[in-house]
């Protein structure tokens, strides 16, 4: 209980209040809101939905056949953009090699690296809408003149001058591109 002083006044006034209040929410988000005055035992209940910008069940029904109709599609789409970024990646790692190798690669087969390298980059940049169909051919031929000039980099070369660490290293990212 608390004591309120009021100066100027002729009397004061004690008030003593005990309301108990319970907020009930269901799985459905509907808030029940229960109030009892404990002195007087007087109780009052109140519900309160929020139905204004919720979704009906008919429109939570649709959204998840939308999904599952567009889902492959997506998954189409995703398969399609992961093997155009591995016809990127492989172009990128064999500009990268080449830079790495510096001396070691003749200057014909530098420069028909690079051939192929911007041929590819040029076709992604002018494919952009390509199916995947065409996305993998691509790649399967790209994977087939990366392979003829790697190999003929190493064949051409003696053992003394790459260390197996190096040759170890463009194995894997030929294996990696595939």
Do not use: P
């Not at 998840?64 to 990128?92: F, L, P, S």
């Not at 028909?112 to 390298?117: D, H, L, R, S």
């Not at 040029?122 to 790697?150: A, F, H, L, T």
């Amino acid at each position: 209980m608390k004591r309120i002083k009021v100066e100027n006044a002729l009397f004061l006034c004690l008030f003593w209040f005990l309301i108990e209040v319970t907020f009930d929410i269901d799985a459905n988000g509907i808030l029940n809101v229960t109030a009892e005055d404990k002195t007087t035992g007087k109780k009052n209940k109140i519900t309160i939905t929020n139905d204004k910008g919720r979704l009906s069940k008919e429109e939570i029904d649709k959204m998840i056949r939308e999904t599952e109709k567009y889902k492959a599609e997506d998954d189409e789409n995703k398969a399609r953009i992961e093997t155009k970024n591995q016809i990127e990646n492989m172009c990128y790692s064999m500009k990268n090699t080449i830079k790495e190798m510096g001396d070691k690669i003749s200057s014909e087969d530098k420069k028909k690296a690079e051939e192929i390298i911007e041929k590819n980059l040029r076709w992604i940049d002018n494919n952009q809408n390509g199916s995947k169909e065409e996305y993998e051919k691509k790649k399967e031929e790209m994977e087939k003149e990366i392979g003829r000039i790697y190999s003929k980099i190493y064949q051409g070369r003696g053992s003394n001058e790459f260390t197996g660490e190096e040759i170890q290293k463009k194995k894997i990212i030929i294996k990696d591109q595939q």
